[in-house]
Every structure is written in C-alpha cells, then in structure tokens.
Nanobody
Framework: QVQLVESGGGMVQAGGSLRLSCAAS????????MVWFRQAPGKEREFVAT????????YYTDSVKGRFTISRDNAKNTVYLQMNDLKPEDTAVYFC?????????????????WGKGTLVTVSS
C-alpha cells in the first residue's frame, strides 16, 4: 500500500519560511518523479514544483521561482519543499504526489499517488 504523508505546514508571517516534507512508503521511491501541488480556498489545484526521478532535474511554476526549492533524499524516501519569502498568496493546502513519468508532470491527472495535504497559512 502506497502512502505519501506530508508534514511541516503551519502558520507563518509574510516573508517567513517553512520546509515541507513528504515521506513515501510502499513504492520504489527512486523511480518516481515527485511533485508538489497546492490548492487555495475556492481555487483549483495548481502545480508548484517537481523533481524528476531520472536525473533529479527540477521545474517550478513561475510564481515560486527563486523562492521555493524542491529536493529529494532517496535514502530516506522523502521529498522536501523549502519555501522562503512566503507571501499571503502562497496560502493553500499543499499536496505531495508521485508519478512514474518524467514529462507532463504539471498535470494533476498524470499523478499516480497523492498525499492528503498539509495546510500553509501566510499572514500579512
């Protein structure tokens, strides 16, 4: 049984930082691209960042480039999202997802597994 469990969410003031973690089990983690999505209240789920399994290359949505960093530790079966200079518009539930693909990773429909999410609230 595959499980993705996010942690590290919370409340922070604008300009602050948080580090999200997603611990995976039940899958060959090193063979899955890992992706962070987020969903703000009343909005659709949107892509945030991804790290490919094949070469650990990364890709970010424009709004987080230069502020967020995705990384992975295959020995710990964990993916991280370091979020700096947080803004109120970053407030959302953040979801970790896993995909066996190395392309089209911005699409939620291409994910094989999902976590339940962790809430990030950024106050102004």
């Amino acid at each position: 049984q595959v499980q993705l469990v996010e942690s590290g969410g919370g409340m922070v003031q604008a300009g602050g930082s948080l580090r999200l973690s997603c611990a995976a089990s039940g899958l060959t983690f090193a063979r899955y691209s890992m992706v962070w999505f987020r969903q703000a209240p009343g909005k659709e789920r949107e892509f945030v960042a991804t790290i490919r399994w094949s070469d650990s290359s990364t890709y970010y949505t424009d709004s987080v480039k230069g502020r967020f960093t995705i990384s992975r530790d295959n020995a710990k079966n964990t993916v991280y999202l370091q979020m700096n200079d947080l803004k109120p518009e970053d407030t959302a539930v953040y979801f970790c997802a896993a995909s066996g693909r190395v392309f089209a990773l911005t699409r939620a429909s291409n994910m094989d597994y999902w976590g339940k999410g962790t809430l990030v609230t950024v106050s102004s």
